[in-house]
Structures are given as structure tokens and as C-alpha cells.
């Protein structure tokens, strides 16, 4: 059996101009990186403008699980599966951290013959966008200990500095740190931390912007921190916003590659799930909606966090309008669901399953009737499923009008999951009732609360007074954002070890967070880890390179 | 009077592909980035080495001031002269880092009509290859830091850990910090800092690599830091140089791009001229000399600092010989030498050029007797240069050996160059007496104190007990490495304030660090500063971007 990176690095991948071509871009406006990466020009993207959208599918999966998905892989082999049965169908993903790569996950670029390639470059450095965004948080980060140690003209209170700086690396001693010690040369102490690249609002702005402009206008509205009597200081204040754009320029332009298959894939932007909205960039979706009839996206975790923020913040700020979902699934991730440990998970638990099948159900009524949108499960098939798992699978779902779909593309490609396209484009044809889980102008609270209600099953949600006060007083002039919500992935409690489909939960509100740039407002629910560490043995120690250039050990 | 950026911009500049094929580099060696920027494959590179070489012309300069010299835009526009006059002739810069680009110096690919183009992109990314150097090296930081967190089976002294992290980013708020705060999640505490990312070894590493295997094995050899009884702990120990090796691949290839009059360019790598060698990479010198018949490369800071490392360091490793070495001065720096402010440089001022040209003599003598190298002194020609200054000088160095001409490439391009580029092919054509300051052989102490009595005029050298004892301890090991002097640019002695030609002082050696990968033993004289800061009013807030995507700002 041959690891995700032998079998990335056989394919032969075709000229980037020739993937380019086959969607129609003329060669003037593409920009190679190397031969198998280009970035798409914006002016191009801009004269796109008045043509038709294509359908826009979302891959989201049930609450992950150690036990593994495959949301990635199932949206790159639906990608190539709606390729293989003639349609034109375009994949839109999230550009890999580093963190995970060295960390504990691995690469995020697909799995099997279900990848994304070049593999190694996608999960290394790709064309440099995270660097990018990078340069231009921690540019303001720099301006900001820069104007106070020259004079504070602005007033800033150091305890109140609400920019952090950021690397694309998991470091745990950088979460919290002191900075600007060593005497008055080296400015004025404070506490401080890095995020992880991911976690930048930048990272947020970025994927959001539709053009240059609202990328500057964003930066702008960035709040750095806060005067003594608390009033924002933002990076316009600084001047520092344009500069930030300049660094983003070439970044903001999408990025294009492909599937092991050929099939033409945009890779681009990728902001945490947690505290951002974990959505591949608007413009990589809308470029991708007017150059394929078929636009299949991932968002990040599952149906509950990725998908409701893809829907509410995404799609409204940007206007799309997704015709299907796609709930992906493996039994194992169920029978996890059920109560079962990762080491206990070998071998036929029909009891198991049977009980973790409230989570997925949990979902697809949420995506039927919360979002109003049509759903088909797709089982991401393991050899050790056992046909009764799978029957059972489809029995206990029958009356919930989503078809249970097993997709063999982790180890076929695109033509083990036909049936799961062909019922993805039978869903497109069907009529939508999509909607918002909450309206624009419901305030921040009631938003909060639709969510928690709605989605998550919870009973009610609370927060403390000093929350509840920031809450009201950010209701005062952002009121009209949407809420993004920062809680565990792991259930749709706040508790990572509720498994399945608990409900009447309270949903307490720890902390709130503004993101002015990207125009929503963070609501912090339990723990949340903006900077990850590394494990005991990280993946870093598993990958080399041989002394032809070879990179191993990435899987 | 157009600004760089406006003559950047205006300029036509020729496809990458071009370019290469002008030097005989075939379509498929080249990888492109965007249209105007390529990295040459290193599988092409090692395919050039039964090539012969073309001539090496070092670009030096007098004692940096305020004044500013030009080095960079002499050596772009000696490259565009010698092509003007039917030679086929390469650049080799150093990559600019965004520290100056974005605090007070601007960037960094040349001036004038003398620029290397795209000047936006070599000054905010390139190619990433600076992006690639910082992941590497806090790769490393957070393996260090991990290691310790998970039991430090090791046994680091986190008193004692040897390696810092970067930025490519002037923040002085980073030089002294303390990480791991926050409880026993985050790991120990300890004392920590970063520096900017051309100070670290990880730079110098890959500007001295000659191939992959080269690059991972010195990478291996990085001194993490100590054990409680002083063991070194090596990269290699925490299994960390493959992974840092493969973030390091696609950077490590040099990188084409092209003068505004076409003539090519290698720009590659960047690190510091004074905790490392200040010299572009050898890969690219090399590859360059295999595919022109003369390469004009620069070295940092002045010929008593940079072209020494260059020689001593760079050319020592890689088995280069220079032919010949220009000397860039302006008349402006000669009287800031002389003893006068900038703010009174204005004007005709004879006495104070005539005192300030001690400073030149002393190079040009160095460069002759020392270095045993033909030299020719390059003014950079500014339109309030008086021709009695220009006779004056002309007068006094005219029993030095050294020509000294006029350059007008700023104004003019090649072509007001062509008597400079004329004088290069001439002294390129005279034998040479090519020599090191001193024996690879000589102890580290002799080593230094040879540097500072023949290049810097010094009586002697000192060291407290402490670093005494440290130099003593690292000649047991690393007696036959080079020195690295850390010493002020701006003076040949090591007080920024004496100017001219100091000689008979006592360069005092404050402090050693080894860079076993680099493979150099680092003597640092006097305060410098490895993480700089921004200015009260930083040149980000002058850098912008149109609605369109065009930057301005950038000088």
C-alpha cells in the first residue's frame, strides 16, 4: 500500500497553463509559480464579473473525531467523480498550516487517490500567501510597540493592546511571553503572545475581501487596542493599512493546481475554524463559480461550527448561494460517536453505531432544516466496514431524506464516488429553501442564542455580567455583524467529551472578541487554542529530503 | 525627476524566459514565478560544473555613511555597462530584507536608471525564499521548546539554549523577551528573543551551502544549546535538519531576474555583514560564473567588513577568485569622512574631501596589499559634485594604483558607465596576487588580530578573561573555521564615531558566538544589533496601493 505522498509524488500532473486552459483562462492571466501552481490575475477575475454562477456544493462532516473523516479527500474525489461523469466541476479548498504538518496531522491536501497536487508545495509553503499574511499582522504589531515607544501620540493603554503577533508554527512558549524588556532602548514591558497564522484576523479579512480596495478598507478598520478611557485605535490610525495591503497584493490573487485527476482545483486562504469563519477566500470561490458549472467547497469542523459560518457569514456577506451539501462520514467516526475509544474501534459494533448515529442525524437535520438546503451522506469508505454497519447506516437514516452514500474514492479516485456525484447533481436540481439561521438584524445576543438553539440543541445560553456589558456595548456599533462562534469541535455542546447529539445544554459565552476588519463578532464558548503545541514525537522529525531534492515523510 | 519606483514601473521588462535563454538556460531548468522572476532548478545548476568560470568582479565600497554610497545601484549599473560594451555580464545581489524596506533605508535593487525590476516584488517577497529561511529556523525554536515541555530527555539548560528565534520585520519590542509564561501547559519559562531573519545561522547556512546535502548536513550541525555540564546540542540531535531542509528546497535555487536594461540578474540570499558574511549565496555566484563571461556581485557594508568576509569567508569555501574589485565612494560620503553633518553637506567643501579620503586610501591599500586584488574606485556621480572635488581626488589617490572614474549609471543607465565597465575588463586581464588575510590554519585568536592589525590600521586585540577562555574552548573544536567580525560598519575601528582612517586603537573583543553550521566562529566587537527598530515615522506609513493593485511609496 503505497502513503499519500508516494502516491502524490508518482502523478504525473499536467502544465498548470493546460489546467488553466481547459477552464477557459486566457494564459495572459495566469502568474506560474513553477510549472504546477499559478495565481489567477485579479484584473481577470474582475472581468469575470457579469457571467453566470455555476452550483455551489459544500462538503461538511458530522463532529470530528480522533478516528478521522476525510472532508478533504471526499471534496477533492466528489471533484474529480463529477469530472468523471462529464460534468465541469472546479474544487475550492484551504490552503494547509504548517502547524498541523509538523504537528500531529499530517498534510491537509487530500488523501489517497483522492489529492490535491503538487502535495509537498501545497503543505510546505505553496506560493507564499500564509507568509504574506503573516508580514502584514505582525507589520502592524511592530507599528504599534514602534508608536508607543516614540511618543504614544495616540494614547494607547499597553494593557490594552488587542493585536497579537503571529507565526505559522505550533509553539506553545510563544502563547504567552513579555515583551519589550532589556531597558528604554527596547520600549515599554507588556504581556503579549503569538497566534497561529491561521488565527490572524488578517487571515479572516483576507478570505473575505472581494477586491483590493475592501481588503485596504478592512485592514483599516482593524482595532489595534484601546486608549485609557477606551476608545479603539485602529490601523488606519497607524497608517499602517496600505503598506499591509501592498504586502497582500500578490497573495490576494487565487491560486490554481490539480487533483491527481486533473480536475482543476483552487487552493486559497485558510482561517481557523474557531475563531474565524475556516472558509477557503470569497474570491477563489466566486472565480471558481463563474469558470465551472460545479463548485465543490469544504468549510472547517463540522455541519454545526464550518457549515453554519460558511452559510452565515460566508454566503451572506458574499452573496453565494449553495445548492447542496454534502455531510461526509465514516462508521468508525460513528461508533466513536457511540462511546467506543479510538483503540477499541476494530471489528463490527452495531450497538455502537447504532448510538453515534445521533450525531449524524443531529446534522442532517440541521442542514435540512435549518439551512434548507438538500443533503446527501457520504460514507467515506474503509475496508473494515462491514456491510451491516452500512445497513444499518442507511435504515436508521431512510426517513431522513438524505441518501447514505458509500464513496470508494480514497482508494479509486473520482470513479468511486460517481454514485455520490450523480446524486450531488440530481440535489443541484432540486429546489432550495436556503436560509440564514438568523437574520442581519437580530441583535448580537438573540443571534448568539438562534445558534446555540437551533443548531446546537442547546436550552439556552448565558454569560456572565462583565460578558453580557461587552456584549451590549459592542451591539452599539456592530450590532449588525454576524456572530462567530469559537467552541469545541469536538460536540455540539461546549464539551468536548459529549459525544452524539446532546441536548438541553447551556451554552455559557466566556469571553467576546471584535473582529472590525473582517465584520463579525467573536463569541468565545469554553477553551478555545489559538496557538497549538507540538506532541511528544512531532511530525517534523519524520520528514526529510534526499539529496536529490526528494521529500519524504509527509503523509 | 522620477522617483525609483516611478522608473520601475515604467519599465518594459522582458519575460523571464528570455532572459534565461539569452544565457543558454533551457525552458525546462527554469521554474517561473509570475512572468519575470525564475528560480534556475538545482538539477540544471550541478549539470554547469565542467563549465569554465567567467571573471568575478567584487563591488565594494568606502566606510558606510549617512551620505550613502550606492553600492547597489553601482553594481547594477557596472552589470548593464559591460553588456553596453558587448560583454556578456551577470549581477549577483543579495535578496533585501522588508526590516529597511519598511523602516528607514527603502529598498534595495538598485537606484536611478541602474534598478533591478520587478522592484516591488524583490523588495516585499520574491520568491519567499526569506519566508522558507524563518520557517526553518523557528521550526527549530519550537522543537527546542517542545523538547523541554515533554520531559527534555536531552537535558537542555534552559539557561543555556543557543538559539533564537526570527522575523523578517524591525521590532524592537522582540529583542528581550520571556516565553512559556502562562502555567505548565506553555512549558518554562525562560529568557528569549528574536532577532531579524538575515541574522540567523539558518541564512548564513544556506548562503554557504553548495547542494541539498550540503544545506542538511550543516543544518544538522546548528548548536541549539548546551547541557548543565556544557555539552552542545545539535539540530540534528532533535532530528530536526531533514524537516528544516525540506522547508529549504525550492529556496534554495537561485533565483533570475533582470536590470531595467535587461541584463540578468541572480538575486539570492541575504544575510547580515556583521554576525555573518554579508554576501549573496554561493550557488548563485556560482551558477552565474558558469553562464557569463563577467559577474559583478556585491559585498556588505565596506571593504574592510564585507569584501573581507567575502574573501576570507565566501570565496575560502567555495573555491572562488576574484579578478578585480571596484571601490564605490561619493563625494558626499568623502566629506562626511572629513568630519562634516550631513545637514552641511551641501556645497563645495575641499578641505573637508581632502581629510575624508583617508578613508578610501585606506580601502583601496587594503584591497591592493591585502587582498591582492586590481581596483579601480567608482564615484557615484551626484550633479552637485564639483569637478575641483572630482580633480581633487582624482589628484590624491593618483599614486594608490587605483584609477578612480566617474560612474553616471544612476542618471544614465549602462551606458554612463562605460568607462567604469571599460577599466573592470582591463584590470580583469591583469595578473592577480590573490590572498587571504590570514591561513585557515592560524588559532582563532591570530586570525582576528590579523584582520584588525593589516585590514583595520589596529595596534592590537583584547578580550576579557571570560572570552579568553572562550576562544581557547572553541579552538579545540573549531580552530581551523574563519572569523567573523561583528564590528561597527561605520568606522575602522570599532567606535561608529571615527571616521576618516582611525589607526593604532585596541579592538576589543566583547563577546564570541560559534555558528557551527555556517561553519564560522563569530567575534562580536562592540554593540551590534541584530534586531533593529523602526524610526519615529516608519516608511510603511508612505507605502500604498492603488484600487488597481499598483504599489507606490516604495523608494
Request: charge should be neutral; glycine fraction near 10%; charged fraction near 25%.
Amino acid at each position: 500500500m503505497l502513503s499519500d505522498i508516494e502516491i502524490a509524488q508518482k502523478a504525473k500532473a499536467k502544465p498548470i497553463g493546460e489546467i488553466a486552459s481547459k477552464l477557459g483562462i486566457p494564459t495572459s492571466a495566469i502568474e506560474p509559480y513553477g510549472h504546477y501552481k499559478a495565481k489567477i490575475g485579479l484584473d481577470y477575475v474582475n472581468s469575470l464579473k457579469s457571467k453566470p454562477d455555476g452550483k455551489l456544493i459544500l462538503v461538511t462532516a458530522i463532529s470530528p473525531t480522533p478516528a478521522g473523516e476525510g472532508k478533504t479527500t471526499t471534496t477533492v474525489g466528489l471533484g474529480d467523480a463529477l469530472n468523471h461523469i462529464g460534468k465541469k466541476a472546479i474544487v475550492c479548498l484551504r490552503e494547509p498550516s504548517l502547524g498541523p504538518v509538523f504537528g500531529m496531522k499530517g498534510g491537509a491536501a487530500g488523501g489517497g487517490y483522492a489529492q490535491v497536487i503538487p502535495m509537498e508545495d501545497i503543505n510546505l509553503h505553496f506560493t507564499g500567501d500564509f507568509g504574506a499574511i503573516q508580514l502584514a499582522n505582525n507589520l502592524l504589531s511592530a507599528m504599534i510597540d514602534n508608536h508607543i515607544h516614540h511618543g504614544n501620540e495616540l494614547g494607547f493603554d499597553i494593557r490594552r493592546i488587542a493585536w497579537k503577533r503571529v507565526l505559522d508554527m505550533n509553539d506553545r512558549a510563544l502563547r504567552d511571553i513579555v515583551v519589550s524588556l532589556g531597558g528604554p532602548g527596547n520600549g515599554y514591558p507588556r504581556e503579549d503572545g503569538f497566534d497561529i497564522v491561521v488565527a490572524s484576523e488578517v487571515m479572516a479579512i483576507f478570505c473575505l475581501s472581494t477586491s483590493i480596495k475592501d481588503l485596504k478598507e478592512r485592514l483599516g478598520k482593524i482595532v489595534c487596542g484601546y486608549t485609557k478611557d477606551q476608545k479603539p485605535i485602529l490601523a488606519s490610525d497607524l497608517k499602517t493599512h496600505g503598506a499591509m495591503a501592498a504586502l497582500l497584493k500578490d497573495a490576494l490573487a487565487p491560486n490554481l493546481v490539480q487533483t491527481l485527476e486533473h480536475s482543476p482545483a483552487f487552493i486559497h486562504g485558510g482561517p481557523f475554524a474557531n475563531i474565524a469563519h475556516g472558509c477557503n477566500s470569497v474570491l477563489a470561490t466566486q472565480t471558481a463559480l463563474k469558470l465551472g458549472d460545479y463548485v465543490v467547497t469544504e468549510a472547517g469542523f463540522g455541519a454545526d461550527l464550518g457549515a453554519e459560518k460558511f452559510i452565515d457569514i460566508k454566503c451572506r456577506k458574499a452573496g453565494l448561494k449553495p445548492a447542496a451539501v454534502v455531510l461526509v462520514a465514516t462508521i468508525r467516526a460513528l461508533k466513536f460517536h457511540g462511546g467506543i475509544e479510538v483503540k477499541d474501534l476494530k471489528g463490527e459494533n452495531l450497538d455502537a453505531l447504532s448510538k453515534g448515529i445521533t450525531n449524524i442525524e443531529r446534522h442532517v437535520n440541521n442542514i435540512r432544516n435549518n439551512y434548507g438546503l438538500p443533503c446527501v451522506v457520504a460514507i467515506n469508505h474503509r475496508t473494515e466496514d462491514t456491510d451491516a454497519e452500512v445497513k444499518l447506516l442507511q435504515d436508521k437514516m431512510a426517513h431522513h431524506g438524505a441518501k447514505v452514500i458509500l464513496a470508494r474514492h480514497w482508494a479509486e479516485g473520482g470513479k468511486g464516488a460517481t454514485e455520490l456525484a450523480k446524486e450531488v447533481v440530481r440535489l443541484c436540481e432540486e429546489p432550495t429553501d436556503f436560509k440564514f439561521v438568523y437574520e442581519e438584524s437580530l441583535p448580537l445576543w438573540d443571534k448568539m442564542k438562534a445558534i446555540a438553539t437551533k443548531i446546537y440543541g442547546a436550552a439556552d445560553i448565558t454569560a456572565d455580567s462583565k460578558v453580557r456589558g461587552q456584549i451590549k456595548k459592542l451591539q452599539e456599533n456592530y450590532g449588525h455583524y454576524p456572530v462567530c462562534v469559537a467552541k469545541t469541535q469536538y460536540s455540539f455542546s461546549t464539551d468536548p467529551q459529549l459525544r452524539g447529539a446532546p441536548s438541553g445544554h447551556v451554552v455559557n459565552i466566556r469571553e467576546v472578541r471584535l473582529a472590525a476588519g473582517a465584520e463579525f463578532v467573536v463569541m468565545v464558548c469554553g477553551d478555545i487554542m489559538t496557538m497549538p503545541g507540538l506532541p511528544k514525537v512531532p511530525s517534523a522529525v519524520s520528514i526529510d529530503i534526499t539529496d536529490e531534492g526528494k521529500i519524504t515523510g509527509l503523509f
